[in-house]
């Protein structure tokens, strides 16, 4: 326990009595990529795209996820700040860039908090199902009004743990982390020996050929398929930016982000590769073509590869919905906190629960927010969790690539100082936001086309466009009105301009290491 | 002598520090407002963010400073934010590292009619300090305010621990310079729907015994009364007795209690859900 008295500020912030260990800071690591859930996602999506070359694809995408990751645990030490892409845009680029920013990364959130509560809600009924014995439960997912009320009834519940702030145990989460492993890999394994039984849906062995990612057919493709896999390493940059709490010595934390990034590719190759080979790309009733099972493979596939044991796969992707929607939640509401406090938005959102110090407000609107799209998607959308994983894909681009972009021009003054500057500055940073902004626009362009992704359309315009146009384009209306009643942040009285001076934040200098 | 005030930007924590700066003025204490931020250490499946505890102890101060601005000059305080595992850890580790000699906490929301309930704070205060640990009801601040204390009432029973409580009322009453009430609570131990003659005579020499040690053994510039409570219920009991709303009541501890620590007794804990004013839990000698 520490004291401070309100007027010495920062010294010490009780850091110092909590620290997360090398395991403890894998765990975080992983139950924030939520690996099974984001497989479920985004496995069927990503096949759509790039045929057998996902697993290609799943090593090429963890590079430009990398390269702007260390762009940001720079902006994090530099400007350690709740408000993160938001501020750290701001700060770059002004508050007009900065608020798109954060606009982004808010819609970002809020696209896979539907999605997630989507999942989360056929896996429900699946895994009732399962335990009655009746599949005719499992369809209940498909009554958009069942499955609209009983996502609701999720996010409420995941709203009011946000809001009261109630956590887990680590032991709890241990065992729900390992389990998440642990069934993954069973499922990997029961698949390829199907293969070798010859028990497989549709066998297809398994070549040299799917790791070659220069064999996608065309560049869009390549470009789709790698934003989709930017989605599923998202959340893995938080390794990097515990920093400040991680014990034992400076390399911990390095070592718990190459680590999890390990465990997390090595368990995406080993699904991947066990999931077309025993399903095939086919458009069949289980192949990873099939447009029906696309947007959830697992709900399709669990049971043709785990038998009687396919409740473990249903329990592991609830759990790991469950961990992920709650560590999404905060994201979006600390954004909206820091824009409320900068004034980018009306000061209610700036609003922090007395009782349970938890950005309440701005996550009421997240929630209120998420729920409505959701809920209006599930009757517009043929797919709805296919093309919100897509859409997703787009935002995380966006918001991504500006905050690279950030990095370089905060830096701008010193990223030749050091060899070290040069490439964690300039060259990683620009290079990932470069690839993401190719990505972006590509996946813009492309998704004009009605037939993109689950093929969702309205007047003959992809679904994904005018999802991420529509994102985009209200964000910047919402901007205009806050200009012009809010005027302060946007003159940038309340967050300036800045550039880097090369000093890190004090508060930095003090913590452990 | 400092006085460690629970405090939290909510009404339960403008109750709490009421309550705390008229105990303080009556006893020229001086209060420490405290308002616990959580740790680290909790374990957490969201990552915590640096700016984000930077901000939430950045309003912890502006918290701090508005209540600072409720506490009248003769009263001395100071602030302190403090990182524990939970707000009651938090407050009993400050009061440990100040030698604080109160806790003072605000009493849950949602009880009926102003009535305390006991939140989790407060509970675990009430089975663990090694203080006294001061409840205000709900509403009090606003009802109250920082008015004086009128008279201390303290809650005797037959169980051990009276002598310690008798003293810590005393002090206060003494300091205060107002009237001492001892209220005889045995015939509560009681569960019987009617009261028998003989558990009445003992109630009565109960009250009798107590009037006379206090007699015997309490200063002769005390004003003190002696009351029997009765009814079939600990709560009825309470609800018949007249209470004055600035004052104050004592109770002990239970004898589950480890020697010089507090732990709610049975009694107690009904005698709370009805009292409408603030009460004072005094450890186990």
């Known amino acids: 326990m520490t004291t401070t008295k309100p007027a010495t ?6 850091l110092s009595a909590g620290s997360v260990g090398l395991i403890g800071a894998i765990v975080i690591g992983i139950s924030c990529i939520a690996p099974a859930y984001t497989m479920t996602a985004a496995l069927g999506p990503t096949v759509s795209e790039v045929g057998l070359q996902v697993p290609a694809i799943i090593l090429v995408g963890f590079i430009p996820m990398l390269l702007v990751a260390f762009g940001y645990r720079e902006l994090n030490r530099a400007m350690p700040d709740s ?179 390990i465990i997390i590719v090595v368990l995406y190759l080993l699904i991947a590769t066990a999931s077309i080979s025993f399903a095939g790309i086919g458009t069949g009733e289980f192949g990873l073509g099939n447009e029906d099972i696309q947007g959830n493979v697992f709900f399709a596939l669990a049971g043709p590869v785990l038998g009687p044991l396919a409740i473990l796969v249903s329990i592991a992707v609830l759990s790991s919905s469950a961990a992920s929607l709650q560590s999404t939640f905060v994201s979006p509401a600390r954004t909206l906190l820091a824009m409320g406090h900068y004034g980018a938005l009306p000061s209610n959102f700036a609003r922090v629960s007395p009782r349970f110090l938890t950005p309440g407000y701005a996550t009421i609107v997240s929630s209120v927010v998420a729920s409505a799209f959701y809920a209006i998607m599930r009757f517009v959308s043929e797919d709805v969790l296919w093309d919100t994983i897509t859409a997703l894909g787009m935002m995380i681009c966006f918001y ?36 993401l902004a190719v990505l972006f626009f590509t996946t813009i362009i492309d998704s004009m086309d009605p037939d993109y992704g689950s093929g969702s359309n309205i007047g003959g315009v992809g679904l994904v466009f005018i999802l991420g146009m529509g994102v ?42 | 002598m400092r006085y460690i005030v629970g405090y939290t930007d909510t009404p339960a924590g403008a109750d709490a520090l009421a309550l705390g700066v008229r105990l303080a003025r009556s006893m020229t204490a001086t209060l420490d407002i405290v308002t616990v931020l959580r740790s680290e250490a909790r374990p957490t499946l969201v990552p915590s963010d640096a700016g984000y505890e930077r901000f939430l102890h950045e309003t912890a101060q502006g918290w701090l400073k508005d209540a600072a601005a409720v506490v009248p000059r003769d009263v001395p305080s100071e602030g302190h934010i403090v990182y524990a595992e939970s707000f009651a850890r938090g407050l009993l580790d400050v009061s440990r590292d100040l030698e604080g000699s109160m806790i003072i906490v605000g009493a849950a929301r949602g009880g009926l009619l102003g009535r305390a309930t006991v939140g989790s704070v407060a509970s675990a205060l009430l089975h663990s300090a090694v203080v006294p640990v001061a409840l205000a009801p709900e509403g009090s601040g606003s009802t109250v305010g920082l008015n004086g204390l009128t008279r201390i009432t303290c809650a005797l029973g037959t169980r051990a621990g009276a002598d ?11 300091a205060a310079h107002i009237p001492l009430r001892l209220i005889s609570l045995v015939t509560l131990d009681m569960d019987d729907m009617t009261t028998p003659p003989e558990v009445a005579e003992r109630a009565a020499t109960h009250a009798e015994q107590v009037l006379a040690y ?65 009460m004072v839990v005094v450890p186990r000698d």
């Open chain 1, 9 to 14: 500020g920062l010294s010490k912030k009780g």
């Open chain 1, 83 to 261: 408000g993160t892409s938001f501020t750290w845009a701001t700060r770059a680029f002004g508050p007009w860039i900065g608020w798109m920013a954060g606009w982004g990364l808010i819609a970002a959130t809020i696209l896979v908090l539907s999605n997630l509560a989507g999942i989360a809600v056929d896996f429900f009924y699946l895994m009732l199902a399962q335990i009655f014995n009746n599949p005719d439960l499992a369809d209940l997912a498909l009554n958009p009004f069942i499955n609209v009320v009983t996502c609701l009834a999720f996010m409420l519940g995941a709203t009011a743990i946000s809001y009261r702030d109630m956590r887990t145990t680590q032991k709890v989460q241990y065992v729900l982390v390992g389990f998440q492993l642990l069934v993954l890999v069973l499922f990997g394994i029961v698949a390829f020996i199907h293969v070798a039984n010859g028990t497989a849906f549709d066998a297809t062995p398994i070549s040299l050929e799917w790791f070659n990612p220069f064999a996608v057919e065309s560049f869009s493709a390549f470009a789709a398929g790698l934003s989709l896999s930017i989605f599923i390493f998202w959340g893995w940059d938080v390794t990097l930016t515990m920093n400040e709490e991680t014990k034992g010595s400076r390399s911990t934390p390095g070592r718990a982000a190459t680590l999890t990034v």
């Open chain 1, 400 to 435: 991504y690539g500006i905050t690279a972009f950030a990095v370089v021009w905060y830096f701008r003054k010193q990223f030749l100082a050091s060899a070290r500057n040069v490439f964690f500055q300039l060259l990683f940073p620009l290079l990932g936001g470069v690839i």
């Open chain 1, 472 to 513: 985009i384009l209200s964000g910047i209306v919402i901007m205009i009105i806050q200009a012009i009643r809010r005027p302060a942040f946007f003159r940038g009285e309340t967050l300036s301009v800045g550039v880097s001076n090369g000093a890190e934040d004090d508060a930095l200098d003090e913590l452990p290491v």
């Open chain 2, 164 to 174: 310690e409580l008798l003293d810590a009322a005393v002090l206060v009453a003494r």
């Open chain 2, 214 to 278: 206090a007699a015997e053994h309490l200063p002769n510039d005390l004003d003190v009364a002696v009351l029997t409570a009765s009814g079939n219920r600990v709560e009825d009991a309470i609800k018949h007795v007249d209470w004055e709303p600035e004052e104050l009541v004592f109770v002990g501890s239970s004898r589950l209690a480890k020697p010089r620590h507090i732990f709610l007794g049975t009694t107690a804990a009904k005698m709370l859900r009805e009292l409408p004013v603030p």
